[in-house]
């Protein structure tokens, strides 16, 4: 069973960035697809970016697009999530996942999940 563990929210006004890491336990990190998820306060959870297990492909929700960047180092195993131009929309609860594809951790289907890391976008 993969093991993630989140790092790097925190309190930021808008239209600034952080960037939330992930760190994974498993020695075959990169054979999983990873991803980033969030879930505001009354809301359900969302999909917010994937990236395949090579780092070649990536996806993100329109929301996010040209704000958000997802990356990986494998050597690290550890998955990276670059939020710049922060909006208070943005506030939420961000998970990390873990899934054997992209089709799978987009579509939260058998991924492994971390404890989340909480972004506060003030306005």
């Known amino acids: 069973q993969v093991q993630l563990v989140e790092s790097g929210g925190g309190l930021v006004q808008a239209g600034g960035s952080l960037r939330l890491s992930c760190a994974a336990s498993e020695r075959t990190f990169s054979s999983y697809a990873m991803g980033w998820f969030r879930q505001a306060p009354g809301k359900e959870r969302e999909f917010v970016a994937a990236?395949?297990?090579?780092?070649?492909?990536?996806n993100s929700a329109d929301s996010v697009k040209g704000r958000f960047t997802i990356s990986r180092d494998n050597a690290k195993n550890t998955v990276y999530l670059q939020m710049n131009s922060l909006k208070p929309d943005d506030t939420a609860v961000y998970y990390c996942?873990?899934?054997?594809?992209?089709?799978?951790?987009?579509?939260?289907?058998?991924?492994?999940w971390g404890q989340g890391t909480q972004v506060t976008v003030s306005s």
């Open positions: 990236i395949s297990r090579t780092g070649i492909a990536t």
């Open positions: 996942a873990a899934g054997r594809s992209m089709s799978r951790v987009i579509n939260y289907e058998s991924v492994y």
